[in-house]
């Protein structure tokens, strides 16, 4: 079994500050490492994605995240937020081959003018 | 092309009634998980589904069952409701092959609200 703990619940920041999201997670098995991104009111789309490779894997709208299997985390960073990155962030995992993904309770990012 | 689609978007009904929920996949995308995400939480597996084959599921009672179509489309059905099952169902398809990543492509939710 696989399980997520999302470090901050919620994360208040200035707009063009630098942020990061941190994410922990515990599995027995390989897995696969996600942040998905949820605005007001809708369903979850993916910001990035760790299947294997480098540790360093780039995603949309200027995220990044880093895998760091010794640590067994999988923080999400941003070096400048823009009012429009106001959401709820998920980090989830899936174990290799597996058909579901766990998620964790979720960061609540506020970006602030 | 057209996103993960759900029915209803909102609904409301009262303890003890049943619900159908419904989504239809991407476009050539072959399987169909179920998620319940409670407020202030995050998403929680119910179901997996594949060739119309249940493939895993979450802990959730046997109130909760779900069927996929040949068209890969697949309902959620929640017997018996009780004010805990007050959430926003999510339907996420997925492509499954031999080189399966686990991505999930999320519909919007369909928000269901027990009395």
């Known amino acids: 079994a696989q399980s997520v703990t999302q470090l901050d619940s919620q994360v208040p920041v200035f707009e063009e500050a630098p942020v990061e999201l941190r994410c922990n997670y515990s599995?027995?098995?390989?897995?696969?490492l996600f942040w998905y991104v949820q605005y007001p009111n809708q369903g979850l789309q993916l910001l990035l994605k760790?299947?294997?490779?480098?540790?360093l894997v780039k995603g949309i709208n200027g995220f990044e995240a880093e895998f760091n299997k010794s640590q067994t985390s999988f923080h999400l960073r941003k070096p400048s937020v823009h009012i429009s990155d106001t959401a709820e962030y998920f980090c989830?995992?899936?174990?290799?081959?597996?058909?579901?993904?766990?998620f964790g309770d979720g960061t609540t990012l506020t970006v602030k003018p | 092309d057209a996103g993960v689609t759900q029915s209803p978007t909102h609904l409301i009904k009262t303890r003890g009634q049943h619900v159908t929920l419904r989504c239809s996949p991407i476009?050539?995308?072959?399987?169909v998980s179920w998620y319940q995400q409670v407020l202030g939480q995050g998403p929680q597996f119910i179901f997996q589904?594949?060739?119309?084959?249940?493939?895993g599921r979450g802990n959730f009672p046997d109130r909760f069952s779900a069927r996929q179509f040949p068209n890969y489309s697949s309902e959620l059905n929640v017997n018996a409701l009780l004010l805990g099952d007050s959430a926003l169902y999510l339907c996420?398809?997925?492509?499954?092959?031999?080189?399966?990543?686990?991505?999930?492509?999320f519909g919007e939710g369909s928000r269901l609200t027990v009395l």
């Open positions: 996420a398809s997925s492509l499954e092959t031999g080189a399966n990543t686990g991505e999930l492509f």
């Open positions: 599995s027995s098995v390989s897995v696969y």
């Open positions: 760790y299947l294997s490779g480098s540790t």
């Open positions: 989830a995992v899936s174990a290799v081959n597996a058909g579901k993904s766990t």
């Open positions: 476009s050539g995308h072959k399987s």
């Open positions: 589904y594949y060739e119309k084959e249940e493939r």
